[in-house]
């Protein structure tokens, strides 16, 4: 009988801390298992009171054939930055973007001769077209994701 006052009062204690753990949390923090504060982002709070970010591992770069099927790589060398593809992906798409802006801005004189005027209205439109299959092939590899076409 003399168990279940004991209990209870411990009950109450935890109850009582845990309430006030949580009216003293900083907006916007998690507490992680060790009792330190954390972002949503990852940082965490030292000891000392310092914020510091935890270090997150790079996944590694996928090898043909380990798991991955053809889309799930595509999306992987296309929209990871640590991949040398991804990378040379977001150049390639940077100059052709600069490109289209240098062509506009050439076209829009009126002393351009039309024969130039011609080829830099192709050339824009083949360029568009590269941007329309390099966007096809990124929904693609995201599985057609309708999420993908709004953002």
């Known amino acids: ?51 510091i970010r935890k270090a997150i591992a790079a996944p590694a770069e996928p090898k043909p054939g ?15 930055p640590a991949s040398v593809p991804g990378r040379i992906a977001e150049v390639v798409i940077g100059l052709l973007i600069l490109a289209v802006v240098a062509i506009n801005v050439v076209t829009s004189y009126q002393e351009v001769p039309a024969g130039l005027r011609t080829f830099l209205t192709g050339l824009e439109t083949t360029i568009t077209i590269v941007f329309l299959i390099e966007y096809l092939v990124r929904w693609w590899a995201k599985h057609f994701s309708v999420r993908y076409l709004f953002t």
Do not use: C, F
Request: proline share 6%; charged share 40%; aromatic share 6%.
């Open 1 to 51: 009988m003399s168990d279940t006052p004991d209990t209870e009062d411990e009950d109450a204690e935890r109850i009582a801390a845990e309430e006030a753990s949580r009216e003293d949390a900083p907006k916007g923090l998690l507490r992680t298992p060790s009792g330190r504060w954390k972002t949503p982002s990852g940082r965490v709070k030292t000891a000392s009171g310092r914020w």
């Open 66 to 80: 380990e798991g991955l099927d053809l889309q799930d790589r595509i999306d992987w060398y296309l929209n990871e």
